[in-house]
Nanobody
Framework: QVQLVESWGGLVQPGGSLRLSCTAS????????MGWYRQGPGKERDVVAT???????TYVDSAKGRFTISGDNAKNTVYLQMNSLKPEDTAVYYC????????????WGQGTQVTVSS
């Protein structure tokens, strides 16, 4: 069973930075792609950023220029560097990993809270 463990969420002031980590129980090369999603209060869970096995990345428009997703296969870990944080970034952030074709298996972490507030 795949396990994804997120860490390093927390409380930060507007304009501050955080780096989230997601450590997998196996090599991240075993997945077609990994990503970060977030769910704000009263909102649906939406994608923030993704990275494929080949290193291609995508970002939601609100994250472009502020967030960077990256992977370290030696540590089985994917990161989300978040800079210039805004109150609207407040959410529970979830790590996702998916693999398989044509039937895709999705795996989720337990989530980590990010609160941007003064």
């Amino acid at each position: 069973q795949v396990q994804l463990v997120e860490s390093w969420g927390g409380l930060v002031q507007p304009g501050g930075s955080l780096r989230l980590s997601c450590t997998a129980s196996e090599s991240i090369f075993n997945f077609n792609a990994m990503g970060w999603y977030r769910q704000g209060p009263g909102k649906e869970r939406d994608v923030v950023a993704t990275i494929t096995k080949s290193g291609a990345t995508t970002y939601v428009d609100s994250a472009k220029g502020r967030f960077t997703i990256s992977g370290d296969n030696a540590k089985n870990t994917v990161y989300l560097q978040m800079n210039s944080l805004k109150p609207e970034d407040t959410a529970v952030y979830y790590c996702n990993a998916r693999r398989g074709s044509p039937w895709v298996s999705n795996y989720w972490g337990q989530g980590t809270q990010v609160t941007v507030s003064s």
